[in-house]
């Protein structure tokens, strides 16, 4: 699938990122503040999204135009453009991830990794009830949580400035720009 135009809107995700987007959400919300007890359900829901994790860094090489890492990944080059365009009031959208998005992504996603990894060593023998291993996991989860409220607030703060509806387009897959009947 390509940067197809639709009327009035543009198609950003996929049907696999969306679906990726909202059961990664759902996983690391249900272990973090319901199922936190480290027990087998936690286990699974922890392992599922590591999982999501694994075939989205796969979609990133082989998936649509901006599901692809090509696409977003926030280089020096891009991150210094994007900067200087933000900070000198010129408007910098991107249809898929602008790089200080995509920062974000990778940083989250790497946290839901490094939360499979820490749970994972916390089941072997070798590890078993060490106490710092349980602290780190805590702490990888409470940055986790944090960094993930910073993002809503961002996607929330971001869709008034664009004048785009970026939580609606991560549903629909379409970004449509207020004001504009044609799309960008
Ligand atoms: C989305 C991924 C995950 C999140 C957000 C998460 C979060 C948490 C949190 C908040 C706690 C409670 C920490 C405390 O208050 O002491 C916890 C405990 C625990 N988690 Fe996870 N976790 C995840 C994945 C996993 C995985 C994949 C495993 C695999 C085995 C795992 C194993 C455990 C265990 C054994 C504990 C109990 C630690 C203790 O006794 O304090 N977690 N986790
Ligand atoms: C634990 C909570 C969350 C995690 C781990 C998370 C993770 C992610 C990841 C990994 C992406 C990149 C999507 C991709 O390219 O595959 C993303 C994008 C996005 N997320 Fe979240 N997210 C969380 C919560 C939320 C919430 C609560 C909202 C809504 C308020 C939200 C709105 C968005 C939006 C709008 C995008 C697309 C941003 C853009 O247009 O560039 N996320 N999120």
């Given amino acids: 699938m390509n940067y197809i135009q639709t009327n009035g809107g543009v198609r950003v995700w996929d049907p696999f990122i969306r679906i990726f987007h909202w059961s990664l959400v759902s996983c690391v919300l ?9 027990e087998s359900l936690h286990q699974w829901i922890g392992y ?32 210094k453009q994007h900067l200087q365009r ?3 009031g010129q408007p910098d959208t991107h249809p898929g991830h602008n790089p200080v998005g995509a920062l974000m992504m ?9 939360l499979g990894v820490s749970g994972y060593m ?3 023998d070798a590890f ?7 602290e780190v996991h805590e702490l990888l989860g409470t940055t986790l949580i944090s960094l993930a409220g910073l993002h809503a607030a961002a996607a929330i703060i971001m869709s008034r400035v664009e ?19 044609s799309s960008r």
């Fill in 106 to 114: 990778l940083a989250l996603i790497a946290l839901v990794l490094a």
């Fill in 86 to 88: 933000v900070i000198s």
């Fill in 122 to 124: 916390q089941s072997l």
């Fill in 128 to 134: 078993w009830g060490e106490e710092w291993l349980q």
């Fill in 30 to 38: 249900l272990n973090y503040f319901v199922i936190d007890d480290g």
């Fill in 163 to 181: 004048r785009t509806n970026l939580i609606g387009a991560m549903f629909s897959g379409v970004k449509v720009r207020r004001g504009v009947t």
């Fill in 48 to 79: 599922t999204a590591s999982a999501l994790v694994v075939a989205r860094i796969f979609w990133g090489f082989v998936g649509s135009k901006h599901a692809r890492f090509a696409d977003f990944f926030p280089t020096p080059a891009r991150l």
